[in-house]
T-cell receptor, first 115, second 112 residues
Framework: GAGVSQSPSNKVTEKGKDVELRCDPISGHTALYWYRQRLGQGLEFLIYFQGNSAPDKSGLPSDRFSAERTGESVSTLTIQRTQQEDSAVYLC?????????????FGPGTRLLVL | DQQVKQNSPSLSVQEGRISILNCDYTNSMFDYFLWYKKYPAEGPTFLISISSIKDKNEDGRFTVFLNKSAKHLSLHIVPSQPGDSAVYFCAASDPGTYKYIFGTGTRLKVLA
């Protein structure tokens, strides 16, 4: 079956604009994760979903960041009033079963550049 | 505070020799560890994992060793191939928070 897909693959935006990033997990995967990787750095956990609920939002960098998931499927990560420091690759991953158990499968990422 | 550390940002190895990538962690509650490989412009791909009840797991050219007392794991690739050149991330599963904690990665370059 298809893997995790993300769109857009690249996004260039102006400072202050809002952006929405989309993740389509592997069908049947109940857990979904968002990470951020800034240039030269490791993966930074942002948020995870178990089904449609997000028990832990502590990784979101600021209140400009929000995420939702519907139908235990697609998830969107929204960044409001983007700042240059938001420039990064945003990675989505999904896994079967409970979050934190088993293997995560990653999408190709969305490369966000805020000018 | 970095709970999963990969202290070597880069490593170069000759083709055919062994590559050893290291990872240290601080939380003794971590119970599952994974290694991912990442090529440029792609998402990380799962390589191999190990449960905390084991000290070794092998899959083809890849072997992961876990030393719980030292809170250390390592990935051995033998023989190394040019196609193994990538960034390798180790990750740990935190059963208390259901998060995966990733290290900062080690860039492996296998020289032909």
């Amino acid at each position: 079956g298809a893997g995790v897909s993300q769109s857009p693959s690249n996004k260039v935006t102006e400072k202050g604009k809002d952006v929405e990033l989309r993740c389509d997990p592997i069908s049947g995967h109940t857990a979904l994760y968002w990470y951020r990787q800034r240039l030269g750095q490791g993966l930074e956990f942002l948020i995870y979903f178990q089904g449609n609920s997000a028990p832990d939002k502590s990784g979101l960098p600021s209140d400009r960041f929000s995420a939702e998931r519907t139908g235990e499927s697609v998830s969107t990560l929204t960044i409001q009033r983007t700042q240059q420091e938001d420039s990064a690759v945003y990675l989505c991953a999904s896994s079967l079963g409970l979050a934190g158990v088993g293997t995560q499968y990653f999408g190709p990422g969305t490369r966000l550049l805020v000018l | 505070d970095q709970q999963v550390k990969q202290n070597s940002p880069s490593l170069s190895v000759q083709e055919g020799r062994i590559s050893i990538l290291n990872c240290d962690y601080t939380n003794s509650m971590f119970d599952y560890f994974l290694w991912y490989k990442k090529y440029p412009a792609e998402g990380p791909t799962f390589l191999i994992s190990i449960s905390s009840i084991k000290d070794k797991n092998e899959d083809g050219r890849f072997t992961v060793f876990l030393n719980k007392s030292a809170k250390h794991l390592s990935l051995h690739i033998v023989p190394s191939q040019p196609g193994d050149s990538a960034v390798y991330f180790c990750a740990a599963s935190d059963p208390g928070t259901y998060k995966y904690i990733f290290g900062t990665g080690t860039r492996l370059k296998v020289l032909a």
